[in-house]
């Protein structure tokens, strides 16, 4: 055995005899109770708080927002010497109220990504926008105003409504600047701004130009109670909704001979079809068949009747009726061709069976009843067969007209009208039952939609869509999996309707001739409404008479007569507003790097941007999509105010004692974002994880501190040559650089939980518990002017600007603070996304990651795990020789102590080569498994003899009333020298 790591240096002879003759010690020397040795401590120093009165939270987060400059952010980075740009286009959120957490969430997602590109020495485009537009402020308006529901009411309407979505605008941009995001705040657009309409509207024109838009009668997803088309973006789906399903049979007219010779002479054949809107059956004009599936005759005994269904339904339709059905005759769907039945109501009305592309065999009976005004593949099947498709007999209220018969005059189609139509038909209705299934409701009223045929505007979906999918291929998706959501959302959608019949809302630039209501739709004419909104704003359409809104002189430019025009009395659909927000508030060429949205979306700005965007341009208007989840409360629900669940962010900013919870200030907000927001899932929110992350930053504020106190003597002069740190620092600064790149990959791949849980454990285990607590001795103990303590120091700087980088797009106030106490003065008057901090990849580039430390590392956790009190032990390594040369390599540059003494926390260690004595002892035993048969080791503890100083507390004196050789040699400095020392 030989000792390796000399943990006393050999002394002088005047030390010894000054030490074995105490009494004739400097009084600095002597141990006696009169003497602070605190005072002779390098402690950490600094300013900077490690906890925050809940109570004074916000203000503090508002004066480092000044003291920072946080609002001139954004036009001093446009400044900047940088060729890069980095664009994230802001979906506008609606200004209809309150901002709340979901307005958090996506926002703060939105400025953590545009701040850390910032740190990347990029410039941002950031101009954020709202949606000002629709239904939902129209009837929040309305509801304070009920004089306001009458049509001669519009203009005062749309002014109380344009008052309303600026007041709301101010109050939620308030909001937002809480949040601490940069953006260009005083450019921002919104969608009733006379600039953004004029574009609007010229955009209109360019699309009908090229054949996209056009006006047809067509079936449309209605809203009864709101009176107006929705488009699919507009839709809820409840799944508990309840319908009255029915069996109904209709009688056939002209049975063919082949099933007359099944059922025998005088008998009547029944077509038996299945549907959940009985109100729909006035409207019936045929029964649709699969030409590809085989049908058959049935007799169902209890019924003493014959019916026709498809062979694949018949087991379920048994299951049913609790009945057997017996089989007469079966044969191809194609036969039914020439089959023709009686209408149900209408008994003068015979109507055809129709092979129909839409039928299948999953429910009901294989033959589908078709009422083409509702029902969108319904009216598809009756343009090919020229069925009449231009009246509908359901109104914009949802009630029968007078064309349905006196009868029905009036009735509610889903309630009254529905009843009347199962009374009337009962005699008809083999089977009926409740049933529970998803149905689409209007997303305002939360009532339930009809479809009903109207006249509409629409943009032809189908002509862009192979290319839209094409253009979708080139965009980013994260997740990726919902690429192929949003591929088959453009798959399978139909035409765009993109009028409605509400007055909150930009004008069709549009007229209609008086006898045959046919659209007048012109450049010269939109470019006449567009100079009027320029000179008289937006209610021009509305404020002015048909003669100032078309002249005469127009009209003849155009080679029409001067007749009385109707002008169009619908207004775009908010989607096809926002939509074009790409075309008003980008720069060219008119394509973000990103934009980042909740998974609802896909159906609506996300879709709306791209099919726009591809109709004008041929190419997708951003390169980079991203989804985010919704924000559910303790139970899981989702928030929402019907719910009553939402909880507002003003309440974690500023406290809410009602719901419990206390200020926790901005930097709490971020965090809990960045660490549980993620992508397309949805994001918890309860007292209990807000906590924890308050608990988060204090942790991280704690160590920060102390990295920002261990430095308030540090000069960056001190940086040499890194190859002579001890092994400690040269493996921190690795780690440091290590987390540094790992950070910028989560960053860059949007990863943002994964961000926060690296730096917490960076701050927790790397930095904390690991470096910061073995380096405490030379930081404290050491002279001001000792290599090892500011070589110590030097991996501090480099670890806490790692942190003030990391954590500076998540907590932009945390990080703009600790600058602010930052020991480097040029820094601390710098914004930290504005700085240029120490290169950490240029410290170490040059040297070699020192792996033999990672098999120290793996010796210490096996003392850690052994719970020995180590402070007043010593250590003998029983290892094989590969082994201790490892460990040798870690003793290297050391001045006052051994490299293996500061990483196990002991007062000596020996190193003994003996293989054999590693596997005889019965001390600790391991194995490090990368070195194989060369990595035994064991470890064995004795109690050190010597003496306790009463300086820095470690075993290292001749005895406990006598300093050991260093703290000898610093307060001999200390005196002697006048070295200036930190005092706590």
Excluded at 96 to 119: E, S
Excluded at 432 to 461: A, C, G, M, N
Excluded at 613 to 639: C, Q, W
Excluded at 705 to 725: A, I, Q, R
Aim: hydrophobic content about 35%; aromatic content about 10%; charged content about 25%.
């Amino acid at each position: 055995m030989y000792r390796t790591t000399v943990i006393r240096k050999a002394r002088s002879p005047l030390t010894l005899f000054l030490f074995e003759n105490s009494n004739l010690l400097p009084s600095a020397f002597r141990c006696q109770s009169s003497l602070n040795f605190k005072d002779t401590l390098l402690l950490p120093q600094t300013k900077f708080p490690h906890k925050i009165n809940f109570n004074k939270r916000r203000d503090r987060d508002r004066t480092i927002e000044i003291d920072s400059k946080f609002e001139e952010l954004y036009s001093a980075q446009l400044n900047r010497d940088s060729s890069l740009v980095y664009t994230l286009h802001d979906g506008p959120p609606y200004a209809n109220g309150n901002v709340h957490l979901g307005h958090a969430v996506n926002k703060i997602l939105k400025d953590i990504t545009t701040r850390f590109h910032l740190l990347s020495r990029k410039k941002i485009h950031y101009v954020p926008g709202w949606d000002c537009h629709g239904l939902p402020i129209e009837l929040k308006v309305m509801k304070e105003n009920e004089s306001l529901v009458s049509a001669d009411s519009k203009l005062h309407l749309r002014k109380r409504a344009f008052d309303f979505s600026q007041k709301t605008k101010k109050e939620q941009m308030n909001s937002f600047l809480k949040w601490g995001l940069v953006a260009d705040w005083k450019n921002s657009y919104f969608t009733c701004d006379p600039n953004y309409v004029v574009q609007q509207l010229k955009t209109f024109q360019d699309l009908y130009e090229k054949g996209l838009v056009f006006r047809d009668f067509k079936p449309v997803y209605w809203s009864p109670k709101n009176r107006t088309s929705l488009a699919e973006a507009e839709l809820e789906y409840n799944s508990n909704h309840i319908s009255c399903s029915i069996y109904i049979k209709f009688e056939v007219q002209n049975c063919p001979d082949f099933i007359k010779d099944a059922i025998g002479p005088g008998s009547k054949l029944n077509v038996l079809i299945w549907t959940t809107t009985p109100w729909t059956l006035p409207a019936n004009q045929a029964v649709c068949y699969s030409t590809e599936k085989r049908y058959c005759v049935v007799f169902c005994k209890m019924k003493n009747e014959f019916y026709l269904i498809a062979e694949e339904t018949m087991s379920v339709l048994e299951k049913v009726r609790k009945s057997p059905l017996h089989v007469l005759k079966s044969f191809e769907g194609s036969l039914l061709k020439d089959v023709a039945y009686i209408h149900p109501i209408y008994n003068g009305r015979i109507c055809p069976l129709l092979p129909g592309h839409h039928v299948t065999m999953d429910k009901g009976t294989g033959l589908v009843h078709m009422a083409p005004n509702h029902g969108f593949d319904d009216f598809i099947v009756a343009q090919k067969q020229n069925l009449q498709l231009d009246e509908c007999i359901i109104d914009e209220e949802g009630c029968y007209t007078s064309e349905a018969g006196k009868e029905f005059d009036r009735k509610y189609a889903l309630d009254d009208g529905n009843a009347y139509i199962l009374e009337r038909l009962k005699d008809q209705i083999v089977y009926s039952e409740e049933y529970v299934h998803s149905y689409p409701y209007d997303w305002r009223s939360k009532t339930p939609l009809i479809i009903r045929s109207s006249y509409q505007w629409f943009i032809d979906v189908h002509q862009i869509r192979d290319k839209a999918i094409s253009c979708l291929q080139n965009v980013n998706v994260i997740p990726p999996h919902f690429k192929k959501s949003f591929q088959i959302q453009l798959e399978t959608a139909p035409q765009w309707c993109i009028s409605r019949q509400r007055s909150w809302g930009v004008p069709f630039p549009v007229f209609y001739d008086p006898i045959h209501h046919k659209p007048i739709v012109h450049r010269l004419l939109t470019d006449h409404l567009c100079s009027l909104i320029k000179s008289n704003g937006i209610h021009c359409w509305w404020e002015m008479d048909s003669k100032q809104l078309f002249p005469a002189l127009l009209k003849k430019q155009l080679n029409i007569q001067d007749a009385d025009y109707q002008k169009s009395c619908d207004i775009m659909d908010i989607w096809f507003d926002s939509g074009l927000s790409w075309n008003c508030a980008l720069p060219d060429p008119k394509v973000s790097d990103i934009c980042i949205e909740g998974i609802d979306q896909m159906r609506g700005w996300f879709y709306s941007s791209l099919i726009t965007s591809v109709a004008l341009g041929e190419k997708a208007p951003y390169k980079s999509i991203m989804f985010h989840g919704f924000v559910t409360d303790s139970n899981g629900r989702k928030m929402s105010k019907s719910e009553g669940n939402v909880v507002s962010p003003d309440d974690i900013l500023s406290g809410n004692k009602k719901s419990g919870i206390p200020s926790y200030g901005v930097d709490v907000l971020r965090w809990w974002i960045a660490a549980h927001a993620c992508h397309s899932e949805n994001t918890p929110l309860k007292n209990q994880i807000l906590e924890e992350c308050s608990q988060s930053i204090d942790k991280m504020r704690n160590v920060l501190k102390f990295l920002l106190g261990s430095l308030s003597n540090f000069e960056s002069e001190y940086v040499t040559d890194v190859s002579k740190f001890r092994a400690l620092d040269l493996y921190m600064l690795h780690k440091t650089l290590q987390f540094s790149q790992k950070i910028n990959d989560y960053y860059g791949n949007l990863q943002y939980k994964n961000v926060a849980k690296e730096i917490l454990n960076f701050v927790s285990n790397d930095v904390s518990s690991f470096y910061c607590a073995l380096i405490k001795d030379r930081l404290y103990c050491d002279g001001a002017t000792s290599l090892e303590r500011q070589h110590c120091q030097v991996v501090l700087s480099m670890v806490l600007n790692s942190l003030i980088r990391s954590l500076a797009p998540i907590c932009p106030h945390l990080s703009s603070e600790v600058l602010l106490h930052h020991p480097d003065k040029q820094l601390a008057k710098q914004n930290v996304f504005l700085c240029r901090f120490p290169c950490l990849d240029t410290l170490v580039q040059n040297t070699i990651f020192p792996a033999f430390f990672k098999t120290a590392i793996e010796i210490r956790e096996t003392i850690l795990k052994s719970e020995i009190k180590t402070l007043n032990q010593q250590l003998v390594i029983n290892c094989s020789p590969v082994l201790s040369d490892h460990l040798e390599k870690v003793n290297m540059n050391m001045e006052n102590a051994s490299g293996l003494t500061e990483l196990y926390q002991v007062s000596e260690v020996f190193i003994n080569k003996s293989p054999k004595d590693v596997k005889e002892s019965s001390s600790l035993k391991g194995n490090i498994k990368e070195l194989g048969e060369n990595g035994d080791y064991s470890l064995t503890f004795a109690e050190n003899k010597m003496g306790k100083c009463p300086r820095c507390r470690l075993y290292k004196s001749i005895s406990s009333s006598s300093l050991c050789d260093r703290c000898a040699r610093v307060i001999n400095l200390y005196n002697t020298n006048s070295v200036k020392i930190n005092k706590c």
